[in-house]
């Protein structure tokens, strides 16, 4: 069975404080693929990366770092120097088994407060 | 360019009524989906097309969701006999290429309220 968990609801932070979001994954299947997408208040699902399970290289985009283990199946998202900006909902997806559909997880609510 | 467009942004009905949703997928991208997205969970799958035909309707629910795309592009999602247990934000979104992995881009959304 293919599964995503982001055991962390909520979290809250103050404005420049560093924040992890926790993502961990079940699937048997050796090639996947690993998503992460923000949903700011407006509603509209933002994609911010993919990754495939054959490149386990951390990624930094700006103030944003990915850090994908397999040796504990997780996929975890930094944010560092929060904004009050980045206050939105954020998934992280599985997409294996040769199938299109992306496997979410409940999501984490953070909110970065000034 | 423009991304993926969903009409109506809300949508109220009432129990056991007919909707239609609808779905503008990216220009160019032959790969659409629809999404169910409940309050304070994550989306989940309902159905996949390429081009014209569905590929993979095993997240629909029930009968009562049917879902077209007669010329590659736009699509509607209908539900019929609406219950209350419908009430969703309804999500769609295109990839580029048919092929498992690609990126998946939503649009903002259809909000379905079944009073």
């Known amino acids: 069975a293919q599964k995503v968990t982001q055991a962390q609801t909520e979290i809250s932070v103050v404005e420049k404080e560093d924040v992890t979001l926790d993502c961990v994954y079940e699937?048997?299947?050796?090639?996947?693929?690993l998503f992460w997408y923000k949903q700011p208040p407006s509603g509209e699902l933002v994609f911010l990366i993919r990754?495939?399970?054959?490149?386990?290289q951390n990624e930094i985009s700006g103030r944003y770092s990915w850090n994908f283990q397999k040796s504990t199946s997780s996929f975890n998202f930094t944010i560092t120097a929060s904004q009050v900006v980045d206050s939105a909902v954020y998934f992280c997806?599985?997409?294996?088994?040769?199938?299109?559909?992306?496997?979410f997880g409940a999501g984490t609510r953070l909110a970065v407060h000034p | 360019g423009a991304g993926v467009s969903q009409t109506p942004s809300n949508k109220v009905t009432e129990k056991g009524k007919y909707v239609e949703l609808r779905c503008d997928p990216i220009?160019?991208?032959?790969?659409l989906y629809w999404y169910r997205q409940s309050l304070g969970q994550g989306p989940e799958f309902l159905i996949y097309?390429?081009?014209?035909?569905?590929?993979?309707d095993s997240g629909l629910p029930n009968d009562r969701f049917f879902a077209v795309r007669p010329e590659g592009s736009v699509s509607t999602l209908k539900i019929q006999r609406t219950e209350r247990g419908d009430s969703a934000v309804y999500l769609c979104?295109?990839?580029?290429?048919?092929?498992?992995?690609?990126?998946?881009?939503f649009g903002p959304g259809t909000r379905l309220t079944v009073l």
């Open positions: 220009s160019g991208h032959t790969a």
């Open positions: 997806a599985l997409l294996s088994g040769g199938y299109n559909k992306l496997i």
């Open positions: 097309f390429q081009g014209t035909g569905a590929a993979d």
């Open positions: 699937t048997r299947d050796t090639t996947y693929y």
């Open positions: 990754r495939n399970s054959f490149d386990e």
């Open positions: 979104a295109s990839s580029r290429l048919e092929v498992a992995g690609d990126t998946q881009y």
